[in-house]
């Protein structure tokens, strides 16, 4: 069986850009992206810890180093500059590739520098 699991997340960012000109995507400074694992055009759920939002889009690499977090087309009218939000990464893998997957996890400070990278085991003994 396959099942839909996260791969990882780029915790409390904040939103630096909200352009519903451009077309759609998240972009994000590419120097996270190689921290945490995702890539451009990878599918993320976006979770705004301000407003409640939540939306589906996908991944554009932006300039490293700038802290970038840009919300565009659409759905930079679910995310206004300087709300913090969670971008969340998903993979489907089966038991054998999720018993040996820890999920990559940056908490972000507020100017969007990596406060803290971790990795978890979502699989604990007692529970796989």
């Not at 996260?6 to 915790?11: D, E, N, P, T």
């Not at 055009?41 to 490293?64: H, K, M, Q, W």
């Not at 893998?93 to 990795?119: F, K």
Request: with cysteine.
């Amino acid at each position: 069986m396959i099942r839909k699991v996260l791969h990882s997340k780029i915790h409390q960012a904040v939103v630096t850009e909200a352009r519903p000109d451009y077309q759609g995507s998240l972009t994000i400074d590419s120097d996270l992206l190689d921290a945490c694992g995702m890539r451009p055009s990878d599918a993320i759920l976006v979770a705004n810890c301000e407003t409640g939002a939540r939306f589906e889009t996908y991944v554009f690499s932006g300039e490293p180093g700038s802290g970038v977090i840009g919300v565009n087309g659409a759905a930079a009218h679910l995310a206004s500059v300087g709300d913090r939000i969670i971008i969340l990464h998903w993979a489907h893998m089966n038991d054998a590739e999720y018993e040996q997957h820890y999920p990559r996890v940056l908490i972000m400070n507020q100017d969007n520098s990596v406060g803290e990278a971790l990795t978890y085991d979502p699989c604990s003994v007692e529970q796989c």
